[in-house]
């Protein structure tokens, strides 16, 4: 973990950034937690809470100076209960794809 919780203004947070010590690659990371279940917390990122964290990460990148690196956006979904804690990481949860000046969510 190299960040928690980077903020930036009004733009949003990154909850964690990290660096995969196998690929190398930049890892942006949400953590979401919903008390009804796993898919329910999954859902909160949607496609806007996507292109928030992309902007983000691409601010992120920018201000650290850090150029040619891969990255990727995982997800972490928490169902949170009285008795259990379930937890799921979704690695490459979407992705970033340019098309001629806009870009677009997958």
């Known amino acids: 973990i190299i960040d928690r919780n980077w903020y930036l203004g009004r733009i949003g947070e990154i909850d964690i950034v990290c660096i995969d010590k196998k690929t190398k690659e ?22 806007n809470k996507q292109t928030q964290l992309y902007k983000l990460a691409e601010a992120y990148l920018s201000r ?6 891969a990255c ?6 928490i169902k ?3 008795k259990n ?10 992705y ?3 098309e001629r000046n806009h870009k ?3």
């Open 26 to 47: 930049i890892v942006f990371i949400e953590v979401k937690s919903q008390m009804s279940s796993l898919e329910q917390a999954k859902e909160l990122v949607n496609k």
């Open 85 to 94: 804690c379930k937890l799921e990481h979704i690695k490459n949860a979407f």
């Open 64 to 69: 650290h100076k850090i150029e040619n690196n």
């Open 96 to 98: 970033m794809k340019y």
């Open 104 to 106: 677009t969510i997958y």
């Open 80 to 82: 949170i209960d009285n």
């Open 72 to 77: 990727r956006f995982d997800v972490i979904a």
